[in-house]
């Protein structure tokens, strides 16, 4: 079932989709609404057949055979087939822009003061001293508050 609505009163109409795709210039599967179908010579016999009063319409009035890929449903319509794509227009002409020449800037120089320039390309970084290891404490003691405790170094 499709639901259209009025964008300018809001009245909502409720139109059943298969009734709407019988509808137009071009074929469309009654089942999924797609205009990618093909056109058959005669009725397959793996692939299912649309039945009801519009498909037996269609077949009376004259209408040939179609399948649609997706739904793989077989139907009669009067209606010719769809165009795949639109066919690509002739290519436009490059459009040419007019030559507009530039006033050449040179890159801005900014000098460094020699002094500003540093010696060694890594600075130094001094070692601390080297403190006496510390004397072992007997098991359970704990550290004193004002002492942090450090990873031993290796």
């Excluded at 469309?28 to 058959?40: A, H, K, N, Y």
């Excluded at 016999?45 to 179609?66: Q, S, Y």
Aim: contains cysteine.
């Amino acid at each position: 079932m499709a639901i259209y609505q009025c964008r300018q009163c809001q009245r909502i109409e409720y139109l059943p989709r298969q009734y709407r795709f019988h509808f137009g210039t071009h074929s469309r599967c009654p089942r999924c609404g797609t205009f990618r179908i093909s056109r058959l010579k005669e009725p397959d016999t793996i692939d299912p057949m649309k039945t009801g009063l519009l498909n037996l319409a269609e077949h009376l009035a004259g209408g040939g055979i179609f399948h649609c890929r997706f739904c793989r449903l077989q139907f009669y319509d009067r209606r010719r087939l769809a165009p795949e794509a639109p066919l690509p227009e002739a290519p436009l002409p490059e459009a040419t822009l007019p030559e507009v020449s530039l006033p050449e800037v040179s890159p801005p120089e900014f000098p460094l003061p020699e002094a500003a320039l540093p010696e060694s390309p890594l600075p130094e970084v001094s070692q601390p001293e080297a403190s006496a290891p510390e004397a072992p404490r007997p098991e359970g003691e704990a550290l004193p508050e004002s002492e942090p405790s450090q990873p031993l170094e290796q």
